[in-house]
């Protein structure tokens, strides 16, 4: 190292010194360096000192360590120090304690194998690397396949992806997963699925390439090149292999702990199937070429299996059976010839033994006679200028030509296979660019190298100067892009080494000369190298020990090549009588395989286009042996050339590198050898890369980067305006040497080591700081501390003094007190004696003036009396005068009234006989008597019902008292038993007494039986004491039992409830489950269509081309087929078999999957569908399961109290309206002469009876339509007052420019003003009027309740009585409220009361005379009106014969004909005719322009327009109508949703008026779940004809589609902003340190096209909120939406904090908390908090948590586990892996911590997935939503143009 860093070499400086074992060690200066001194003075990490001697030659001092947080990076050339020991030991803390397999090293993937499996290749990485640049994620193999997909489709230039290293590294695996990733991101240009089949040829090759080795148990043994062609989209349509150097030796020798190609192994493992016993195999232990390795097993690989794989990825490129069985016999053949033995003739010749088994087994599979095969592996034929003769072999030469057979007849089967699946690979179109993969071995070093190693090596050295130009090359642009003075940096060269192999001359030359000697052999050739190059190349030697080897410096390491086998390797020479043998063969296959460049053909013999058998001509053509034989090139000279070849494929492509490293030897996961490794990275050029970075400027910084990090060197007055001189006068401060640095366009380069210095000084400086401010606060500290106590004394000395203080205020206060008490003592005694004397005085005075006063009031009390009496008296007479003056005055009235009366009675009992008057008086009360009858009949159904249902539970409930009866009998009966028992048990005592008497009698045993008897008596005391205790425990353990009972019951009863909504919870989650299935599904069905559709399409196009003819496709969906009925089955059926016609040559196969899969879709779809049925409608019964019974109770009896009230109330307010206009007529005017015809009161009563129903019918639509309009104006302001609001005058002014030109944007503006001004004045007088009529009413209200009752019991007792006598009771009726009406008048005003009787006497019969001349007049009306009906009718019975459907009955009766009716009278339904239907479409879906129809229209106007259209449908009874109008609306939809899928306001739009469709289908449905919220007038629009059930279905299905594209087109909107605005954008300006990047920002990456920011976001989130408000989307299904929003916020956020490791820090934790908490308050103020999108965000919250917690100790590993429960164990260890800090002060998560916590987390369950499912959906519900909107006031406008709708 040179000397230029020596000011670094100061004391704790950390150096890298070299150790045998760990290659580096890492040491501390412990004493500064100075100049001349020749040691250091070191600590090594173990607490050893260690005196380090420098160089005395060179005086180079180690290498330093770069600091903390620059290690771990994941770009090597983002060090400081670019050197091995700061490469080595970066990749191994990567490696092994971070656990990240990859990293860059500039333009190179570093990739280490771990030896274990991790789940890093799944699907989720694959898409989230997929469009992002290279260095934007942590390093991976897809983000070099990323990369190099990015650029062929930019730079439309072709790429390749190099992939290196030794055997055991992983090339194999790291090219299958590049693979993998261009399949899966790319997709297939075609239905051939051309992607699995680019996928599927790799077991194939590692079946026929791949062994297993010492280092690897899938080893390569060939290199590949594969080219994965795209077309002009960029999608896979096919690929091409080309193969190096196979290693055909190991078909018949394998080392120790080696084995054999897999294929043979495969084949063994597998003999035991049926279709391979032909082929005679056995153990691999039986055959000589898999044994020698005696290893036959890899642990964890199942032969068989791998078997069945190869010969699936075989059919899957087209290898048929035939073929497979055909490789396998070759392969069998191969291991028989191999088992063949020869044995010695004699010392020159050999003999294969007669009837050798394995030799007739070798011909019998190949088709060759035994004969010719046993005579040419023991002869051989040689030719001179004048005769041929036959030479034997001897033993040796024999096997080994045997051998070379073996070798050559795989080789050629190895060829055959990778062309066969080249031509499955192929395709017809036109390739526009491809990526390369290459898959080739690394560089080799054994004890014993030949032939291979020295191909390989060879190889690499190509590789190697290829990769140094290359890096060299982007160094220079590097340079030159940004200006800066170009230097030539000295690189090694390894051109010398290239020449020294292929040059004229060398040893590839010299080898192929003497391979053509006649007697060449290795040695000569070996002298030959020693004479032409030892002298002359200085990277040619000569091994001291040996004369049969040679040495060659390669750029790697020194390699020592034993000549031995290097001729007859390089000459590859086979017996040519024994391939003429093969030739001759019977077996087509084995010929095909040796006959190059002739027509391949069946392994049956017979060509592709023939249907003879063809024998093939095996006679040599002597011209053409010579000529091959001329021609034939040496191996040497063929791998020189295919090398060639390959070199300038690479260097016409873009490459991209990847270099595997394998950690050690001994497969263990995660282990890192240093030596190695070190080995390695020397050997694949990682090094050298280092190397050529610095040797010029390797760290480089932006200008921005570099003020954000370096700000803290600035002074204030440094900081200007402009960054770039900011940087340049800091740097020329900081740095003296100007050539350490240099500054570019938007760059600043530094010299190796220029970044620690840097660094260096920014911890000093941040030191210091540290330091002052400790300073600070503990002087802080301190003075708060003296303050403090010196506040402490004070208070005790103020304490002092106060108690000091109260003391003497004490002494002074009592003195005080002493003195009061004795003047207040002496002023009670004096004034106890005044107040005697005062007492004594009053006294006397008191009884005095009482005396007198009670004298007064007695004479004032007989006063007053004698006036009361005399009031009286005088009154009462007063009295009886008047009461006989009245009673005089009364009788006389009353004569004169009875006498009037009678007369006028007389006259109308006349005229009430008459039969029109009777039907006048009791219109309409027949009908409702018969409605009345009928209800009441309904309700005596229901009620029998019930009593039915409630008898038999009262049977049942019967029944299970009589069982428990029956039980209680039983159990009685065994009571007594019991008692019986007991019984027999005392009757025995009895017995037993007896005896014990009669015992007694004998004198002889009398004592004793007495001394008997006492004990006995004694025991059976004890005995019932012991029962007592006995009957007492048994009653304590019944209580107990008891006791626990109840518990059990009520345990019972609580885990019942807890059951209950466990079951509902998970009901609630199967059903959610279900869904999101279901939803799936419909996703899936629509992808299929879509599929379907596009084929249809290009079918018809190809159709088009061909024939001349278009054919018209089927619009019709599955969805829709099948609610369709026979007639367009029928034409569906003709329009799918003439598609089967036109496809059945293209792709036959293709369509049959396709309809399979349709058909399981559909059935799996239709089952779903019925389980989701049945789960809701469990759901619901469940919920109202309680509401049900007291519905059916009071539901009859409220309908009928309802509609009775209502049809009252309105008769009420209408007579109540015409009596009050009546009376103000009669009291206005009390002349006689007023009533007279013509008169002002005679003209109000006729305008009053003509037009009182009329004006209140025009007043109700007046109204109707006056609140219709101004609902839906106050909706459509409160959404323009919610986007005012919510959004900024900037996000106004955008969405105002959406509108295509000012004129429309006038007119918009112009038209709201006008309504709004408008519905304004109206709402004002109206509100007036109504404030008025308020007031009238409620005073009026009670009188009308009361008359309403009255009337009711009078119609009830007019019911019951006879038709005569009914007209009499109701002019009873009508006299009587007239007179109590006069009465009424007449208490108001006395002395009108006489002339107001005359005035209504008069009136009412000229009223009375008037009234029959308009009956008179209605029925001659009525008449005519009959006649013109029949009329009518009978002129539209004829034509309506002709079009009556066959579903109707001829016979039905005329309707009565359709009057024309008046605005007023609208019905809600549009009428169109049939051949308009397109147009209407046309005009309403398919040309409507969302955001005009947004802005000046209401909410879903064009749902409203459809199911008016589809009500006139359904009112007319015409099916085919209804059908077609709900199909070309659905098919419609889906063509403009296909068309402008990716607009959101379109999508939007047409998910708001499909939800209002539906709920319109539903409201008017005439269910009574969806009726509940309309009002009378809506239910009498509901549909009467047909249940479009079904349809809704439809509908509803169609609506998910759509919401589910409104997601994916709202997250291609929010997809770009996500990572920019929430991780990378800093919102709070300053908390984010920078880190150096190295060169993952190269020149070749896409340049940034603006950064996005929180604010974008919120932004984008407003647009979207107020786009669906103005299209009127439910409330719920914008909760929804906004939900699955921040779901995809919250998961690419968190995904991509899981793949980065810059952005794992403390400082970003801050800023995505604080970005979460924007999201937040943005939910807020949108009143969104309860729709759940909160919670979605919770795994990112506890991910940036858990970037800011401690994370040293236990506790903080349980806080952590319980804290982060919504990230799983996975995601956790990730992050805290990923923990990078920015600043030395914060400190690295240590492995024993990450251990600690997967300890804890270990019990979890959960799945093992790192990232988010981003592409995932919840499923979508939509609530029912009825409008509140009248059918019958929606005006449509002209702009829509459907001038052709008339409105019904």
């Known amino acids: ?195 699995d089949k680019v996928l599927a040829s790799n077991p194939i090759m590692e079946a026929i390439g791949n062994a297993k080795t010492t280092r690897n148990d899938n080893s390569s043994r060939f290199g590949k090149y594969i080219e994965i062609g795209f077309d002009n989209r960029y999608r896979i349509i096919g690929a091409n ?144 200028a004048t005769e041929t003769y036959v030479k034997p072999l001897p033993r040796l030469q024999a096997t080994n030509a045997r051998d070379a057979l073996s070798k050559h007849i795989y080789a050629k089967l190895f060829n055959w296979i990778v062309e066969h699946v080249n031509k499955a690979l192929m395709t017809n179109i036109k390739q526009h660019s491809f990526i390369g993969v290459l898959d080739i071995y690394g560089f080799e070093t054994f004890e014993i190298n030949s032939f291979e190693q020295f191909c390989i090596n060879y190889a690499n050295e190509k590789l190697q100067q290829q990769f140094n130009m290359h890096v060299f090359k982007l160094e220079q642009e590097e340079y030159m892009k940004e200006q800066i003075p170009w230097t030539l940096i000295d690189f090694y060269d390894n051109q010398p080494c290239i020449n020294l192999i292929e040059a004229k001359m060398g040893i590839l030359d010299l080898l192929d000369e003497e391979c053509k000697m006649p007697k060449g052999s290795d040695d000569s050739w070996a002298q030959k190298l020693y004479n032409t190059h030892l002298k002359t190349c200085a990277l040619f030697e000569k091994p001291r020990m040996s004369n049969r080897a040679f040495i060659i410096q390669h750029f790697a390491d020194k390699v020592e090549y034993q000549c031995d086998g290097f001729l007859e390797k390089n000459k590859d020479t086979v017996n040519e009588e024994q391939i003429n043998v093969l030739k001759a063969s019977k077996f087509d296959l084995l010929v095909e395989l040796f006959q190059d460049g002739e027509k391949a053909i069946s392994p049956t013999g017979q060509a592709p286009g023939t249907g003879g058998r063809t024998r093939l001509s095996v006679k040599p053509d002597k011209s053409r042996d010579k000529g091959s034989k001329e021609n034939k090139k040496t191996v040497g000279c063929q791998f020189r050339n295919s090398l060639q070849m390959l070199m300038d494929t690479l260097n016409a492509t873009t490459p991209h590198y990847v270099r595997c490293i394998k950690p050690n030897d001994f497969k263990m996961a995660f282990t890192f050898d240093p030596k190695r490794a070190v080995q390695q990275l020397r050997a694949c050029g990682v090094l050298e890369t280092i190397r050529i970075s610095a040797a010029g400027f390797p760290s480089r910084w932006t200008y921005q980067e570099f003020f954000s990090r370096y700000r803290v060197l600035m002074k204030q007055k440094d900081v200007l305006p402009d960054k770039k001189l900011t940087c340049r006068n800091v740097l020329e401060k900081l740095v003296q040497d100007q050539d350490k640095y240099q500054f570019g366009k938007t760059k600043i380069f530094f010299r190796a080591g220029q970044v620690a210095y840097l660094e260096k000084l920014r911890a000093d400086k941040l030191r210091a700081a540290c330091i002052r401010i400790q300073k600070t606060i503990r002087c802080w500290l301190a003075r708060k501390k003296y303050l403090r106590q010196r506040n402490a004394a004070i208070t005790i000395q103020r304490f002092t003094r106060g108690h000091q203080a109260r003391c003497l205020a004490k002494f002074m206060r009592r003195t005080q007190a002493a003195t009061i008490i004795q003047k207040y003592r002496r002023m009670y005694v004096e004034k106890k004696r005044y107040r005697q004397k005062q007492a004594a005085a009053l ?110 539970l009262e049977t049942s409930h019967t029944t299970e008292r009589e069982k428990m009866r029956g039980e209680l009998t039983r159990l009685r009966g065994y009571q007594e038993e019991a008692k019986n028992k007991t019984n027999q048990v005392s009757s025995l005592l009895e017995e037993l007494e007896k005896l014990k008497k009669e015992l007694s009698v004998t004198q002889q045993e009398k004592k004793t039986i007495e001394d008997w008897a006492h004990t006995y008596r004694n025991e059976m005391e004890k005995m019932v004491s012991e029962l007592k205790e006995q009957n007492g425990l048994l009653k304590t353990e019944k209580d107990d039992l008891n006791r626990l009972i109840q518990e059990q019951s009520q345990q019972m009863t609580e885990k019942m409830a807890r059951s209950i909504v466990q079951e509902t919870q998970q009901l609630n989650k199967e059903l ?111 919920r109202a399961r309680d509401d049900a019974e007291f519905k059916k109770a009071r539901g009859a009896e409220l309908e009928y109290e309802s509609l009775k009230r209502q049809e009252l109330e309105s008769e009420n307010k209408k007579l109540k309206h015409n009596l009050a206009e009546m009376r103000q007529s009669l009291l206005r005017d009390g002349s006689a002469s007023s009533a007279a015809p013509g008169s002002p009161a005679y003209k109000v009563l006729l305008e009053q009876l003509n037009a009182s129903c009329e004006e209140l019918d025009v007043r109700k639509e007046e109204v109707l339509i006056l609140r219709s309009q101004l609902v839906s104006q106050k909706e459509a302001m409160h959404h323009k007052v919610e986007q005012h609001t919510m959004t900024e005058p900037s996000v106004y002014a955008q969405e105002v420019s959406k509108l295509k030109d000012a004129d429309e944007l006038k007119q918009a503006c112009i038209g709201l003003k006008d309504t709004n001004r408008l519905l304004e004045q109206q709402l004002q007088a109206q509100r007036r009027t109504n404030d008025s009529e308020v007031e009238a009413l409620r005073s009026e209200l009670q009188s009308v309740k009361e008359e309403n009752n009255r009337q009711q019991q009078l119609l009830a007792q007019n019911l019951q009585l006879p038709p005569e006598a009914r007209i009499e009771a109701s002019l009873q009726h009508e006299i009587t409220r007239l007179t109590n009406e006069n009465l009424e008048v007449i208490a108001d005003n006395p002395t009108a009361s006489r002339e107001a009787r005359v005035i209504i006497l008069r009136r009412m019969v000229d009223l009375m005379e008037h009234l029959e001349k308009q009956d008179r007049t209605i029925r001659k009306l009525k008449k005519q009106l009959k006649v013109y009906s029949k009329r009518i009718g009978e002129m539209g019975a004829g034509q309506a014969e002709g079009q009556t459907s066959p579903g109707q009955m001829v016979d039905e009766p005329i309707h009565p004909v359709n009057i024309p009716r008046r605005e007023k009278d609208f019905q809600g339904m549009l009428e169109y005719k049939r051949e308009d239907e397109l147009k209407l479409i046309k005009n309403l879906i398919l040309e409507l322009k969302p955001r005009g129809v947004a802005v000046n229209l209401i909410p879903g106007l064009p749902a409203y327009i459809l199911f008016m259209c589809l009500r006139h449908a359904d009112y007319n009874n015409d099916d085919q109508k209804v059908r077609t109008l709900l199909t070309s609306t659905i098919n419609s939809i889906k063509k403009i949703l296909k068309k402008r899928g990716d607009d959101f306001e379109t999508v939007s739009f047409w998910l708001a008026n499909t939800c209002r469709f539906l709920h319109c289908l539903k409201q008017y449905s005439g269910d009574e779940v969806f009726m509940k919220h309309n009002t009378t007038r809506q239910n009498e629009h509901c549909l009467s004809n047909f249940d479009l059930a079904e349809y809704r279905q439809v509908i509803s299905d169609l609506a998910i589609q759509i919401y589910q594209q409104l997601i994916k087109c709202m997250e291609n909107i929010l997809q770009p902003m996500i990572v920019s605005g929430m991780l990378e954008h800093e919102t709070i300006q300053g908390v984010s340190g920078v880190k150096p990047t190295g060169l993952r920002k190269r020149t070749s990456s896409i340049a940034d096209e603006g950064t996005y920011t929180l604010d974008s976001i919120l932004r984008q989130l407003n647009a979207f909120h107020s786009t669906m408000c103005q299209h009127g989307t439910d409330p719920e299904l914008i909760k929804q939406v906004v939900k699955q929003q921040f779901y995809i916020v919250g998961a690419v956020t968190l995904n991509n904090l899981l793949l980065r490791k810059d952005m794992c820090s403390w400082s970003k934790g801050m800023q995505i908390r604080y970005n979460v908490s924007q999201l937040e308050e943005w939910l807020r103020d949108k009143g969104l908090m309860t729709c759940g999108a909160k919670e979605t965000l919770e795994p990112l919250i506890q991910a940036a948590q858990l970037l800011q917690v401690k994370k040293k100790t236990d506790e903080d590993a349980e806080a952590i586990c319980s804290m982060c429960l919504a990230l799983t164990t996975a995601q956790i260890v990730r992050v805290l892996n990923l923990y990078t800090p920015v600043n030395e002060f914060e400190e690295r998560v240590s492995v024993a911590f990450i251990r600690t916590i997967q300890t804890r987390l270990r019990d979890r369950c959960e799945s093992p997935q790192l990232l988010m499912d981003t592409k995932m959906i919840y499923p979508v519900t939509f609530p029912f939503n009825p409008s509140t909107l009248a059918l019958e006031t929606i005006q449509i406008p002209g702009s829509l143009n459907l001038a052709f709708l008339t409105r019904v």
């Not at 950390?14 to 412990?30: H, K, N, Y």
């Not at 360590?65 to 994941?74: F, K, M, S």
């Not at 942590?138 to 070099?144: G, N, T």
């Not at 020159?348 to 007669?354: A, E, H, Q, R």
């Open 1 to 195: 190292m040179n000397r230029e860093l020596e000011f670094m070499f100061v004391d704790c400086a950390r150096v890298w010194i070299p150790d045998a074992e760990e290659v580096w060690r890492s040491a501390e200066l412990t004493k500064d360096y100075n100049n001349g001194d020749v040691s250091l003075q070191l600590l090594l990490e173990d607490g050893a000192s260690l005196e380090h001697k420098l160089d005395p030659k060179t005086k180079n001092l180690p290498y330093l360590r770069n600091p903390d947080i620059l290690v771990g990076e994941n770009d090597l050339t983002a060090l400081s120090y670019l050197h091995e020991p700061a490469v080595l030991h970066n990749l191994k803390v990567r490696f092994v304690d971070s656990k990240l397999i990859y990293t860059y090293c500039g333009i190179v993937l570093v990739a280490i194998n771990p030896y274990e499996t991790l789940p890093i290749y799944g699907t989720d990485i694959i898409n989230a690397y997929s469009g992002q640049n290279m260095g934007d994620m942590d390093p991976h193999i897809f983000a070099v396949a990323e990369e190099a997909y990015k650029q062929m489709a930019r730079d439309e230039r072709n790429q390749s992806i190099i992939v290196s290293g030794e055997s055991g590294a992983g090339k194999t695996v790291s090219a299958k997963y590049a693979m993998r990733y261009f399949a899966t991101v790319s997709g297939s240009a075609s239905e051939a699925n051309i992607e």
């Open 241 to 384: 292999m080309r193969t190096y150097l196979l290693e055909k030796s190991r078909v018949v020798f394998q080392a120790d702990e080696e084995r054999n190609y897999h294929i043979f192994y495969q084949l063994c493992a597998s003999s035991h199937l049926p279709e391979l016993k032909p082929l005679k195999l056995g153990s691999a232990n039986d055959f000589s070429y898999t044994r020698k390795g005696r290893s036959p097993v890899i642990e964890g690989v199942d032969d068989t299996k791998e078997l069945s794989n190869t010969r699936h990825a075989f059919s899957l490129l087209g290898i048929n059976e035939s073929y497979q069985m055909g490789l396998f016999q070759v392969l069998a053949a191969i291991l028989h010839l191999g088992n063949v033995e020869i044995k010695d003739r004699d010392a020159d010749s050999s003999i294969i033994p007669p009837n050798n088994s394995h030799l007739k087994a070798f011909c019998d599979l190949v088709g060759v006679t035994y004969q010719d095969m046993s005579q040419w592996l023991c002869h051989r034929k040689l030719k001179t």
């Open 843 to 952: 006294g006397m005075q008191t009884i005095l003036r009482g005396y007198m006063a009670r004298q007064k009031y007695q004479a004032l009390l007989r006063a007053h009396k004698v006036v009361i009496i005399q009031k009286r008296v005088r009154g009462w007479l007063a009295r009886c005068w008047y009461k006989r003056c009245l009673e005089s005055i009364v009788y006389l009235q009353c004569c004169i009234r009875r006498m009037r009366a009678r007369r006028e009675l007389k006259k109308l009992k006349i005229e009430a006989r008459s039969v029109e008057h009777f039907k006048k008086l009791n219109r309409g009360m027949e009908n409702k008597i018969m409605q009345l009858q009928r209800k009441i009949d309904e309700q005596t159904k229901d009620n029998r019902s019930v009593s039915e249902r409630l008898a038999s």
């Open 1072 to 1182: 959610n489950e279900e869904r999101s299935r279901y939803q799936n599904l419909l996703s899936e069905h629509r992808r299929l269509e879509e599929k379907h559709d596009d084929l249809k399409e290009h079918l018809a196009s190809s159709n088009v081309s061909k024939h001349g003819h278009r054919r018209t496709d089927s619009t019709h969906s599955s969805n829709e087929s099948e609610y369709t009925y026979n007639s367009e089955y029928a034409e569906l059926e003709e329009g799918s078999r003439a598609a089967e016609d036109v496809t059945r040559g293209i792709d036959t196969s293709l369509t049959l999957k396709l309809q399979k899969r349709l058909t399981e879709m559909e059935q799996e779809k239709q089952s779903l569908r019925d389980e989701l049925e049945n789960k809701e409608d469990q759901f619901q019964r469940a």
